[in-house]
């Protein structure tokens, strides 16, 4: 009945291909069961053939081929796969009072029931997918999602433990009736280590407080029973019944934990039912009305369909098929999903014998296991002596009785028996072969024999898979449809979905949107991670990952084996990345590398631009989840021959990344040569409007100081970052904040504790711009006495200018326009010193004394004194020549000179929009609305009106701004507003001594008066 015909050449590994050339590819499955690939051969010897099980007369062959490997170009590939970071899950296993069962029997019994209970144990951990990894006498402790990768280990582990329960408590002696175990499950990150030269050898005092959590429920577990901390109930609970055992305190633990009891499975679920978190199903309209007409014709026509759904991972295939299936159809259609694995592409059968267990539900310890599949099987001319023992193997892992036909007829009954199940279950519903890309060989013979050989009807079969085409599918589908990314609406409602309308921030949402890219599955589990964050610390810049999520990006890296450790390099250079520079830190031949490249772009995981010799991740989680994986010592390692590579091959001519090079150096706990970049990109930035950026980059530098060694040196770069950051955030916002008063109050002290005169004079003048701006005149003119204090115990002369400078512009404030004419014309008779002085001199004088003349009526040489200052500003700096400008615009608007005004503003906003000056920018804004007021513009004065809103902190010059507004509403006839602003404008210059515009207001004031009473 079940024809072979249709077998194809299957794609093999390439250790398949290595082990043909000196006939031992009969080994490979061997090899690969104990996670030997390629690359890892050369850890073999003699001993671990023997503990691989490997036949004496074949060892000396697989030696003598071990030996050619030397010198090989496999030896090249990166090897830092001795240490990972993993999420798994930890099982033990212990008698409940061993020591009294074994007193109780004499030695020879003792030694029996010990082999029988650990047998027993370890054949539930192999197929449960876990792995031994201690035992200390009676007790066992194994491990599950390493190294055989599943997305369900927490499951399995359980499985586990509750048929470890079941089954011990069969055994008993004449002395006792049964024994007593207990299990004690848990879940979470730890480090694994895998000795060099040993296969799957590991030990529990590597993984840390997970393991030992696990150990400590076992001891708290009751008889026979199962315990589980939160993480793996959190993740399980809609697959498992629970008793909810309460807080209870674990020894060794400072906090109690909340326990979980397992009290039986739920019974067959997907994936979708299992999931304890559901979000609404968004969207995929076009593919829902597809797949319905499909059905409907099957229904009407009662002839078979298949359809093809395709996409990347978590965008929603088997989602799409499970919302149709179970919610959507209202026929009389059911469904079975067939999910594969990869752990199982080369398990024949696996998805079918999986469903045939369940339906006939069947598990190991089954009582009765004989009378139910002789029943199945006696439904098929197979005489029983020869399907029995062959299925009772597959099903269970037990070997009854041995087998009385040989390989191929083996094979050929298998494929008749399941054949013929499949096709009677395809008459009856609707078939789901998820994850097609991992199924076995076999399975998919057998769906090329049921739709070729017409043996379906009134079905429908969907197949799901990762990749476009489908190898060994002989058939032609009915449908195919490619599942793209979820737009932005649809994006955006799905995050509501699972949030139920939870308040999050805005910066959170767009930040899991971004991460997310439009995947479903990553939408919902980043956005599910994040509203549990609070309960966890986490790293800066780091989103949540759930553990579902975790496991998912894993088992995917995982199946890239050699090509993982490239994965990994990858993800530290950056999202995109340069295959040159890749392939150089990964010190791996071109044939290797270019293989190894080939493989994570058609597994998805990069895509390849050739034109631009570069590589990108698909998604920034499979970036994240590679790097994850990484210790940080080997991350280090890793960064710092980055960093040296990249400075290596940069070319004299070119600029450097100085945040590239800051980025890798920080990584590499080189903190000294990352502030150093940190500081140069700064410097670049410095030249551009991202004044906030700039900031940044310098609170960045400041933070990687504490890293430093104390000393001088440390002590000395935290002065020069604390400098730049006042300067900077003075240059930014024009008045103090609470970060440039530190960053000043703490540079200040430092300065003077090391003696650096020229230092403590540049932050003496940025504290005076900040105390200026806000309107503290009296602490401005103290400042600039600091300054003349600092030139007679220094002799540094420009602390003499800029003192008599500082005072005079104080004093001017405050309406003593002889003493700042004084001190202003002398701090000007310096003016040969200028590039020696620095700090806008002479321009800033200039303005202030052109400021005091008109103030003692002296236009006329007010005017030529800016004129001279607008000169000097014009050759220098970009904020020096918007701080000459926003002051002539005062200048001008006192003097009435609107024209000059204007050619000013404009001028003013082109360069403190451009390059980030927001107190300049906002004086310039002033200005342009009083120019519009002037015309009768109304919009004018909202828009003075705006700005002087926004000059919370801005105190210098609010008396005259207040004042002009106050004016442009007497103009248009709002006396009610007028005299409002005056009083405030004289109440504010009471209130910080700004005197310098009173006869203005109180003209107007009187003015306003005036036009009251007429």
């Not at 631009?609 to 989840?625: I, Y």
Request: with cysteine; hydrophobic share 35%; proline share 2%.
């Amino acid at each position: 009945m079940y024809q072979h015909k249709l077998k194809e050449k299957e794609e093999k590994s390439d250790l398949y291909y290595w082990l043909g050339e000196f006939n031992l590819e009969k080994f490979e499955p061997i090899f690969l069961r104990y996670g030997i690939n390629l690359t890892s051969l050369s850890i073999l010897n003699e001993d671990n053939l023997i503990e691989m099980g490997i036949p004496d007369i074949d060892i000396f062959r697989i030696v003598q081929a071990l030996s050619t490997l030397q010198g090989n170009s496999l030896s090249e590939a990166p090897k830092i796969d001795d240490e990972e970071i993993r999420y798994l899950v930890f099982l033990v296993c212990d008698i409940v009072n061993s020591t009294q069962y074994h007193a109780g029997i004499d030695i020879e019994k003792s030694a029996i029931f010990s082999s029988k209970y650990h047998s027993t144990i370890l054949n539930y951990i192999r197929i449960n997918n876990g792995v031994a990894i201690r035992s200390t006498g009676d007790g066992i402790e194994a491990m599950f999602g390493y190294p055989v990768y599943s997305e369900d280990s927490m499951s399995e582990a359980i499985k586990c433990g509750l048929g470890l329960t079941e089954e011990l408590s069969r055994i008993h002696s004449d002395e006792f009736n049964s024994i007593g175990v207990r299990v004690g499950i848990a879940s979470g990150e730890t480090v694994i280590r895998k000795f060099r030269g040993r296969i799957n050898d590991f030990s529990s005092d590597n993984f840390g407080v997970v393991a030992y959590r696990a150990a400590r429920l076992q001891s708290v577990a009751q008889r026979n029973t199962v315990f589980v901390d939160n993480n793996v109930w959190s993740e399980t609970n809609s697959s498992f019944d629970y008793v909810d055992m309460g807080r209870q305190h674990l020894r060794g633990f400072n906090e109690d934990h909340q326990l979980w009891k397992v009290s039986k499975p739920k019974g067959i679920s997907t994936r979708f039912e299992r999931r304890t978190r559901k979000s609404h199903f968004i969207g995929r309209r076009k593919e829902i009305d597809v797949i319905k007409h499909t059905l409907n014709l099957v229904q009407s026509t009662e002839s078979g369909k298949i359809g093809y759904i395709w996409g990347e991972p978590g965008i929603g295939k088997s989602r799409l098929v499970h919302e149709i299936f179970s919610r959507e159809n209202n026929t009389p259609f059911l469904h079975i999903v067939f999910q594969c694995s990869e752990n199982y592409a080369d398990t024949p059968y696996r998805p079918i014998l999986e469903y045939l267990k369940c339906d006939l539900n069947i598990v190991q310890s089954t009582s009765n296991i004989r009378t139910v599949l002789e029943e199945f099987l006696g439904k098929f001319p197979i005489p029983l002596e020869k399907s029995y023992p062959l299925f009772v193997r597959l099903l269970t892992g037990k070997e009854e009785e041995e087998s009385l036909v040989g390989t191929e007829e083996q094979e050929q009954m298998v494929g008749d028996v399941l054949a013929a199940y499949f096709s009677y279950l395809s008459f009856q519903k609707p078939l789901v072969l998820e994850d097609v890309q991992w199924a076995d060989s076999s399975t998919v013979r057998a769906v090329n024999y049921l739709i070729n050989e017409k043996q379906i009807s009134r079905t429908l079969i969907c197949v799901t898979s990762r990749n476009e085409v489908m190898s060994g599918f002989d058939v032609e589908f009915d449908f195919v449809e490619q599942l793209q990314k979820l737009d932005s609406d649809s994006a955006n409602a799905l995050f509501d979905s699972v949030t139920e309308n939870a308040p999050i921030a805005a910066i959170k949402r767009e930040r899991i949107l971004q991460y997310a890219e439009g995947n479903p599955f990553y939408i919902e589990e980043l956005t599910a991670g994040s509203m549990m964050e609070h309960t966890r610390p986490r790293k800066e810049r780091n989103l949540t990952l759930s553990s579902a999520l975790k496991s998912s990006l894993l088992v995917r890296l995982d199946s890239l084996e050699d090509a993982k450790d490239l994965a990994k390099i990858a993800a530290l250079i950056g999202r995109r990345f340069d295959l040159t520079l890749l392939r150089e830190v990964s010190n791996m031949s071109q044939t290797l590398f270019e293989t190894a490249i080939q493989k994570l772009d058609e597994e998805n995981v990069l895509r390849v631009d050739r034109q631009t010799n570069s590589g990108v991740f698909k998604h920034a989680l499979l970036q994240e989840a590679s790097r994850s994986m990484l210790l940080s010592n080997t991350r280090a390692n890793l960064h710092l021959k980055i960093v040296n590579t990249l400075e290596k091959n940069s070319r004299a001519e070119e600029v450097p990344e100085f945040e590239i090079l800051a980025h890798h150096y920080t990584e590499a706990r080189d903190y000294t040569n990352a502030i150093r970049n940190w500081l140069l990109h700064g410097g670049k930035l410095a030249k551009t409007w991202a004044k906030s950026e700039e900031a940044t980059i310098f609170e960045r530098a400041l933070k990687l100081v504490n890293n430093l060694d104390h000393g001088i040196r440390r002590t000395e770069l935290e002065l020069d970052i604390l400098v730049e950051l006042g300067d900077i955030l003075y240059a930014h916002y024009g008045y103090l904040t609470l970060k440039a008063e530190q960053a000043y109050d703490r540079s200040l002290a430092i300065s003077r504790q090391l003696n650096k005169d020229h230092v403590t004079n540049r932050i003496l003048d940025g504290v005076f711009g900040i105390r200026f701006n806000a309107g503290e005149f009296e602490g401005s003119i103290k400042t600039g006495i600091d300054l003349v204090n600092l030139y007679n115990s220094s002799c540094y002369f420009p602390s003499l200018v800029l003192g008599k400078q500082f005072q005079g512009m104080g004093k001017y404030h405050l309406a003593d326009f002889h003493s700042a004419e004084r001190l202003l014309e002398s701090c000007l008779v310096h003016t040969d010193r200028t590039e020696e002085i620095g700090s806008h001199y002479p321009s800033m004088p200039l303005t202030y004394l052109a400021w005091t003349k008109f103030k003692l009526g002296k236009s006329e040489s007010a005017l030529k004194l800016f004129n001279e200052a607008e000169k000097i500003a014009l050759s220098k700096s970009h904020y020096e020549q918007s701080a000459c400008r926003g002051n002539g615009c005062i200048l001008y608007s006192m003097m009435g000179n609107s024209s000059k005004v204007k050619e000013l503003v404009d001028q003013l906003l082109e360069t403190s929009e451009r390059f980030g000056f927001r107190l300049w920018s906002n004086i310039g804004k002033f200005f342009e609305g009083w120019l519009l007021a002037i015309e009768q513009d109304d919009s004018g004065i909202l828009q003075m009106q705006e700005m002087v809103d926004s000059m919370t902190h801005q105190l210098c010059d609010k008396t005259l701004f207040l004042g002009l507004l106050a004016d442009s509403y007497a103009n248009v006839g709002d006396e009610k507003n007028a005299f409002r602003l005056v009083d405030e404008a004289i109440s504010l210059g009471k209130l910080t001594g700004e005197k310098y515009y009173f006869d203005e207001l109180y003209l107007l004031k009187e003015r306003l008066s005036l036009s009251s009473n007429t």
